[in-house]
């Protein structure tokens, strides 16, 4: 184990970042996230102003969601964590970062968060185990647990040993931070659903590796949680519910990063308050950097980068991965994933650079993107990440003396679309069928509401491949 080193200095609270001074703003309804309770708009009148968007006009902003509640920043505030034009609010898909004023794009990055290493909790990647800030001491038997878990695989085990650990040191700022983290019934992570939720994903390999998940987590907690556990153990997880609920914040919540701290260069395994709200997007404004010179993460917003106030500010979680992966880790899915996969079985093949130029998609596979200034106005809304998936996902014929033949990309196109059809036509429920049970029960549980929702995806991505393949045919007279 590594001790941290004190902080070379604090940083100082700059221009527009959140301070605390009498409240000057109108009441507001915010949120305050306590585990496992429901969440309240409290109408009373914060007793601070929380940082300058506080008192911006509430219309721009997203209306479907509610402030943060004060003690929120105030408990960051005073470890030395800042936002510079940005607020938390409580929104469809839990808490997110969102623009309180517009930023004209800049050459450089711009930073908008910064959290000292102090607050977070670190694991490193490799053995030998070291933790940043190093809270637990020498003897304790929670670091025996931890050095009993498999180096390879177990790395969400340790953090979540690590978190629980966290909660119960005295003064520790987890305490408080941890009120305002998802409670189970909050968390949209599948290794909190009930069995029949995983049906619902209707897709059974995708269910047991989930239920396998589940299993080794309560494996984990039999081992170590037994009757002749010591107290200090015991304490940590009384049931095998609460250890799973740490699993999963691990699971949903840590980032991988390189970090440099001292002469040390790690990468390790992180919680880092604050920026664990950002929400993920595949075209995201933000991303995540370590400053070594005193040990922070930024958030930073892109170079170029057009910010209106409102907006909210994303980082992407994961490049190149299915919805599948992201349903394992974080519990959602997207209909627009570029990087979901069909997997077609006939020998029908299109046309690559003919596909491509048709929805106007530039770049090599890996890089694909939508060339808009090519583009009318209609098709520029079609072309989504569904469409620079179906680029990558069809099977391509390429070949530069060969030109193609209409009527043999048609017919190729025909038989794409037949397979998409006969796709659609194996889940158990339509597209309308799971719209209306997604209405239907406001108060469903959100780990089914997740699961619907992730084959309701796969359906509306084969629809587009379909509609997409359409407008192939249509336009490959040339
Ligand atoms: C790192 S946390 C982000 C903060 C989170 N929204 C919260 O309320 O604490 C990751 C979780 O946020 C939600 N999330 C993040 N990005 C999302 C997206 N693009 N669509 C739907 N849910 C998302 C999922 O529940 C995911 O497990």
């Known amino acids: 184990m590594v001790s941290s080193l004190a902080l070379p200095f604090s940083p100082k609270p700059r221009e527009n970042a959140l301070l605390l001074q009498p409240c000057k703003a109108p009441p507001l309804p915010c949120s305050k996230r306590r585990l496992s309770l429901p969440v309240r708009a409290s109408t009373s009148t914060p007793p601070f102003r929380i940082f300058e968007p506080l008192q911006a006009e509430e219309s721009s902003l997203p209306s479907d969601t509610v402030l943060a509640d004060p003690d929120f ?3 960051g505030y005073a470890r030395s964590m800042r936002v510079y034009g940005v607020e938390f609010r409580e929104g469809p898909d839990g808490f997110g970062v969102y623009a309180s004023r517009d930023v004209e794009p800049r050459r450089r990055a711009r930073m908008i968060m910064e959290i000292p290493l102090e607050m977070m909790l670190t ?12 809270i637990i001491p020498i003897g304790h038997p929670i670091f025996d647990i931890i050095s009993s878990t498999n180096p390879e695989t177990d790395w969400d085990l340790r953090l979540a040993c690590l978190l629980l650990y966290a909660f119960d040191v005295e003064g520790n700022f987890w305490q408080l931070y941890g009120d305002f983290l998802p409670g189970a019934d909050e968390c949209t992570s599948l290794l909190l659903a009930q069995k029949e939720d995983l049906l619902e994903l209707q897709d059974s390999e995708l269910a047991s590796k989930i239920d396998e998940q589940h299993c080794r987590g309560l494996e984990f907690w039999e081992k170590n949680w ?4 010591p107290l200090k153990i015991k304490r940590l997880a009384h049931d095998p519910e609460r250890f799973i609920w740490a699993l999963s914040m691990a699971q949903s919540r840590s980032i991988q990063m390189k970090i440099r701290v001292g002469a040390l260069v790690q990468d390790a395994h992180m919680l880092v308050p604050y920026a664990d709200m950002l929400n993920h997007s595949f075209q995201p404004n933000c991303f995540l950097h ?39 880790r974080y519990g959602f899915s997207s209909p627009t994933n570029p990087w979901d996969v069909i997997n077609f079985s006939g020998n029908s093949k299109i046309h690559l650079d003919s596909f ?27 072309v989504d990440g569904a469409v620079i998936a179906a680029a990558r996902t069809l099977p ?23 397979e998409c ?8 429920t339509t597209s309308d069928q799971d719209l209306q049970l997604l209405e239907s029960d406001p108060e469903e549980s959100r780990t089914r509401e997740a699961a619907i929702k992730y ?13 997409a393949l359409e407008i192939y045919q249509d336009r490959i007279l040339f």
């Not at 694991?123 to 190093?134: E, H, N, R």
């Not at 040990?295 to 299915?322: C, F, H, P, W």
């Open 73 to 75: 920043y105030r408990i």
């Open 123 to 134: 694991i490193s990647q490799k053995l030998p185990w070291m933790f940043f800030p190093d």
């Open 226 to 229: 037994h009757s002749a556990a």
């Open 290 to 328: 370590w400053r070594f010179k005193d040990r922070m993460l930024e958030v930073m917003i892109n170079a170029g980068q057009r910010i209106s106030k409102g907006d909210e500010m994303t980082i992407n979680y994961m490049s190149g991965k299915k919805n599948n992966m992201f349903m394992e």
């Open 356 to 382: 491509l130029s048709v929805f106007n998609i530039s770049g090599l596979p890996e890089e694909f993107y939508h060339n808009c200034h090519l583009t009318n106005e209609q098709d520029a809304s079609f």
């Open 396 to 418: 391509i014929w390429t070949d530069v003396d060969m030109p193609m033949v209409p009527s043999i990309e048609r017919k190729a196109a025909r038989e794409l679309q037949e």
């Open 421 to 428: 059809y006969q796709m659609l036509s194996e889940f158990q």
């Open 455 to 467: 084959r309701l995806h796969r359906k509306l991505f084969l629809g587009k491949v379909i509609q």
